[in-house]
């Protein structure tokens, strides 16, 4: 999964996504345990979230619950930011090769 296309079949669209990212010590809502739990896309979510993201409540999943799975699976976190440096990364080597 490469990208967050799916989630706009998500059941979080049109929510508030303050509900899915609680505070420091916060409980996870029920408004988003609830959402997550019903949605359509929950398995496309958590294959994206377990690679991509640190914070936050994605795919019926918690942050801690998320680092646990990485270490099980010893899947490395890559975040959205990085990999858009690497698809800049890509473009420009695209690029050179084109030129050349
Ligand atoms: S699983 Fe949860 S966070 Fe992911 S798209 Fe669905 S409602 Fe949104």
């Not at 996870?28 to 994206?48: F, M, N, R, T, Y």
């Not at 998320?66 to 270490?71: G, V």
């Not at 959205?80 to 990364?89: F, G, V």
Request: glycine share 8%.
């Amino acid at each position: 999964m490469t990208n967050l296309h799916f989630a706009v079949n998500g059941a979080c669209q049109g929510m508030d996504s303050a509900v899915f990212f609680p505070g420091r010590g916060e409980k996870i809502s029920d408004e988003a345990v609830k959402a997550c739990g019903s949605c359509p896309c929950q398995a496309q979510c958590l294959d994206w979230a377990v690679q991509h993201e640190s914070v936050g409540y994605w795919g019926g999943t918690s942050e801690k619950t998320r680092r646990a799975m990485r270490k099980h699976l010893k899947i490395r976190l890559v975040s959205p930011s990085m990999m858009a440096e690497l698809w800049d990364r890509e473009w420009w080597l695209d690029e050179r090769v084109r030129a050349s």
